[in-house]
């Protein structure tokens, strides 16, 4: 079975400071993982996604992730936090093959405020 | 642009009265997904549709209900909402290829629904 495990339901950065949120997975079979990006009110648009290719994944705004297998792990970074990343991330896993194949599976979320 | 759209943005329903809530998409992709989200919470899948087979989630009371009458429009229908089903509703795409791979899903910008 999979499942995410986003650790700190909250985080506050200033603004030109490091942002990293942190997201663990386990998965019986090779995932694809993905970090989503929510504002208030709107649907979740796609930060970026890991499927097996390259291990450092870049996305959308500056953010990039790392698929670490050996710690389970697909934190999300940027090096410059921007007053407009304000926002509640998810990171999902889904399996690449089997039964549930394409479902996703979300972790809690976090919220990232910027200071100015 | 091809995208997912839902509407109404907001809707208002008194406790009790049916509602639908509709997604549409002009990506054609073949996997449709309803989730409900409530306030600071990961989304939760009710059901999808992969083309017309409909896969209900164990869990999803059977208050929610789904059609799905052409690959381009997915319909949830919520026949006697409560006080606890005021949630934002998230419409998702996305195209499974099989063992060729899995696609990320698109979301729409979601429906709240507010129950009174």
Known sequence: ?116 | DAMVIQNPRYQVTQFGKPVTLSCSQTLNHNVMYWYQQKSSQAPKLLFHYYDKDFNNEADTPDNFQSRRPNTSFCFLDIRSPGLGDAAMYLCATSTLAGLAGVDEQYFGPGTRLTVT
């Open chain 1, 1 to 116: 079975a999979q499942s995410v495990t986003q650790l700190g339901s909250h985080v506050s950065v200033s603004e030109g400071a490091l942002v990293l949120l942190r997201c663990n997975y386990s998965s019986s079979v090779p995932p694809y993982l993905f970090w989503y990006v929510q504002y208030p009110n709107q649907g979740l648009q796609l930060l970026l996604k890991y499927t097996s290719a390259a291990t450092l994944v870049k996305g959308i705004n500056g953010f990039e992730a790392e698929f670490k297998k050996s710690e389970t792990s697909f934190h999300l970074t940027k090096p410059s936090a921007h007053m407009s990343d304000a926002a509640e991330y998810f990171c999902a896993v889904s399996e690449a093959r089997g039964s549930t194949l394409g479902r996703l599976y979300f972790g809690r979320g976090t919220q990232l405020t910027v200071w100015p």
